[in-house]
């Protein structure tokens, strides 16, 4: 029987936080189709300065639908997107509290120097 942390060339990880990142649309690409996603439980991108292209890449990627958790909070995503977001991982439990704006297409980080 196959356990679904168990797999060739990849960690047993099922939680992964890539947080607090100037470049959060660019892993949110990368993780559209990243294999290790398939395995996690918790996936967190949370304080980082997503906006709403990264947000459309996850939904259009590999489903999430099998997570637990989803943590976003401090993004830059209007409400349409938030909703259709929430709407796609019906289920899963998705934290986009901390909306902030892009004050002119300047975003920031929740911590910085």
Known sequence: MSNRHEHPG???????????????DEIATALASAPIVA????????????????AEVLMAGQPLTH???????????????????????????VDL??????WGGKRYVEVSE
Do not use: K, W, Y
């Open 10 to 24: 990849l960690p047993a990880l099922n939680h992964l936080g890539l947080m607090d990142s100037e470049i959060s």
């Open 39 to 54: 395995r996690l439980r918790e996936l967190d991108l949370s304080i980082g300065t997503l906006i709403n292209a990264g």
């Open 67 to 93: 997570l637990d958790r989803l943590d976003a909070r401090h993004h830059f995503l209007d409400e349409a997107t938030q909703s259709r977001l929430r709407s796609a991982l019906a289920g899963v439990d």
């Open 97 to 102: 509290s901390d909306t902030r704006n892009d």
